[in-house]
């Protein structure tokens, strides 16, 4: 049994890696983390887990470090960087969570960030959307894990600008997002009463998923891609849908585009085609690490209209994040992970 | 008082007339019809509102058409014609909630619906979205009250296009509505369990809404619009959120959209533009019968993201009919509709 | 045009009482406070409400009290009695949405929250259920308006205990309510993704409206009263529900119970008996200041079991102190309050 | 591998039997059945799981019923008797999610339900509450998978009865569910419309898990148990929740009801006593077969308040009848079933 830690468990995403670790068959979980409840059992934080039986401990603790060979990193960006580079330094294998090694180039980050603590580890990062960078996340030292907006995009979109079926002009990206998405911090956003019987857009252009979209659209495209970007939040608790309307190349059809996908994504467990009527539901997806993707034609404009839904905390964060772990050790990459949606 | 009759108000655009109409100052309800419940009291199908003392009558029985002087008709499309031409022919003014009577050229509906029972009618209908057409509707004998993504689409983009701050081409609406959109009828699309915890898109590329939408884009324009249309159910009852993309001309920014938004509203009630930080957001407009608009700039592209919301039962449906009927009585517009927003 | 203050209006009971006010036929609001937000456009709190122009002030700035005739206060306990006791000491009256005036015995206050400020006024001030304390609410200067769990509570039970229909030992309420029940206030409890797909009792035993119910309980019964109180957490943002089980006095049927709640509350407009076969619901009531009632016969143990259904912000709160407003006034009670539910 | 069969697979418990079966190590499932579905895949029922390359067959059908060793019947009662019957007439082991072998007594089942077909299998079948009858189940040709209330219900009463902590009279069950409970059919009850923002009691006094319940507390009684059963609809998909009241036998204290519990469950992997001041929530417990319970005294009446809560389609249900498939296979209890749970 291989030993993992999850540093910073006590936001939604550390509660679903331990969920999906917890029943992983070639690991068990030896170290989690949290500043805010060290010391405490993992009930203390989320009731439902306390049979589990396992404690939060201070990452900053002398010798916490040494409990576990794989790291799960999942705290708020900066923070994250911090901890990361001293895994590294200890030799151990991370996967980050956050979006502290998300983009090749620092200035990136930093534009939309702030000052990177870490630059130097930035070459050692390996982006982990697994389905396209998976040979490389087998030996990275770093693996950061894809924001949940760009999984959701870029499984669909990056296929046809690779093999040019869509042009790389005039993208635009509907994306809707549960509310899990913000996070377990309690603000005026997530109070239920603000949150229910309500569809809001949010950060309109201004969202900092954008430049890690462009960036893995542009590699795709051979050239730079920029695309509109608008995240909604929706009332439910977790699920992401993308809508996304493209122009398509000469002659490109329905057919063609699921052709491509079904091709590009042969190898992999976890992306399916819709080809028949049925249209992506989030609800098709929940808790598990699928992604359901279709395209839909809108003859009169001639536009594609492409649709993907995921878990925004499973595909779009943990499972994710378990993915490259098997990856990384070698293993098939479903491993753990085959167990199908929770429905209803 | 006026008489005014529901006809088909079993429904929950029928609720929601009831309840509108209730406390309007200058009207009563003398006449509530449904087959299915002729006979029976409101509370059989609402029993929230059986304390009113209402009594559903069939709107087929002799005499029933002689009860009232106003008549909104909120009947399924076809079904709805036919009961029309009776009231036309009683010389009653009419209210038609469905899609009868909504386009100007008979080709087009039946295009998209079916052959149509009484095609003589067409010229007497104005189309009543009341911040457009409200001249007309004064003297209208039959008014086609809008669809609600017409109406949550329209107001925001006919300025645009009318002063040419927009182009015609490209236009993509991306539009958000809760379940009572669907109507009271009972299927697995509306069964809690399966609209809740999710999000889709439906009818992508082919909903009915469509051609009534670009009927209007088409006259602000001066010639043909075609646009982008996709409907998404949210797991919410009531709201409409549409998020549209449009490509300005050259040097339009975001102040001069706000500004001829707000002239061309500015005699209008229910029409706000929000110029702050703050986005629309259905729960703005609960119950109520405003439309709030905002614009945002995507500079990478170019783009406008235009957001419109409103409440899908109400300016959406029936009190968007009522401020028809005001229209139609020579009353202020709001008559009976400032109540403000129910929240939370 | 009588004045109307609301002391304390970021809540949402604050947001309600702008709502009711604000469309209520005899007053204006001239005054709207809040600490937080003094200064700043109501648009700032609720976006929704922007368009009614109206600015925060600082109910603690010179002169701001003079701005009212009637004063709606709708801070948290303890803060409320300070400012009660300014405005009594001006003369003004006042409708209190805290805890602070509801009990007549200072001792029972101070038990279950904290020393009282002033408690010389208790003596002036009447509990405003407003069904059974209307005559004296006419010339009160306080009005303790009542809890929410009180008010649903209460208005079943009353009648029974005085005309010993049930036996005033075993009453057991099982309360459900709607997060809005627990303030604007962001906590990880009404966190979206916390109370979402989630039911939970809280506060089993313990909850302060225990005591406030007991005391009208007792005054009906003529004796000392004493229940069993379960207030629960449903996923919904308004409503609630008291699922109340007590033994009948012998040979009490489900008529009896019926006949009397109907001659009890025959003189009053909000109070519906259920005398078919339909149930209950919350969503029959929302956004009114409606209780519905209705009571069911379990004859394999004898006992009743009362189902009760007010919207908590509404009759709970913001309505149900309106309605006190028009009693004072010498109004009909239903002035301004009669505009039916909002469904769905 | 041992092969298993669904009957019955169209609705939420079969949607759950696939998910759990699918991920249980000892078992692949072999059939699935629908009358309706017969012949086509299982996406055309739940497109989230057509990966699982799954496709209906009719169970009437000639040698269908050779095809597995372990049947899960999800049918309707009534339909379920039919097919048992023939199921056990080949030696096959059932395990009937239905409500007709959940008696010892078939006058009880056909008072409530209707007359049996199959009458002389009685005694064939086990009443599968694991918790209690585990050593029964590893034997039985049939088991009885307990109805959701009844598993809920039952396991916090079962010890307190028998061991005489409470009284047998004055016993309260107030329960709450997801909508999920009321199964996939679309009717007006379960549109989303309906049940969001909406909580109500229903079938008062005269529920079917009534006599259910009854028969296994006397059994633990030693003598009749009556209770006052009253279910709720909660707006969510999945959970139940009971709030039980009780009256204790003298100087029984909360620390003795937790530690009589923590002793009779001792053996058994999923029922948690909760000790400290956290309360049961049905967010714990979300895709488990886990039911956690807890007590709280009302020193005023003397009263003790039970919590339970489990998930109403897993413990309530399909998990449960893999629990019990695992007995009957001499497997660990919780083979397949250690899944944490999914929250949010």
Redo the contacts between chains.
Sequence with gaps: MIKTAIIGASG?TG?EL??LL??HPMVEITLITSRQYAGEPL?AC???????GLTFEDHNDEGVLDKADIFFTALPHKASAGIVAKLVARGKRVIDLSADFRFSDVTVYEEHYEPHPHPELFQEAVYGLTELYGEEVKDAKIVANPGCYPTCSIIPLYPLLKEGLISP??I?I?A?S???GAG?G???T?????????????K??THRHTPEIEEHLSRAAGGPV???F?P?L??????M?A?I?AVPAEGVERAMVEGLWRDFYSGTPFV?V?S?D???????????N?C?IAV??????G?L?L?S?IDNLAKGASSQAVQNMNKMMGWPQDKGL???????
């Design positions: 939604y509660a331990i969920r917890y029943h009930s989320y009731p439902g887990l306390g049979h589990l002009k005039g635009i509907d809707k549960g509310v899990s377990r309690a603000n005026q997530t109070h239920f009463c603000e949150a229910n019987e309500s569809i809001k857009a949010y309109v252009a920029k695309v509109v608008t909604h929706v009332p439910m608790s977790r699920g849908l809508t309307y399916e819709m028949g049925t249209l992506p539901d989030t609800a098709f997806v929940k808790g598990t699928r359901m839909r034609e809108n003859p009169a404009t536009h209209i649709l839904v085959k167990v199908p949606v929770i429905f209803p």
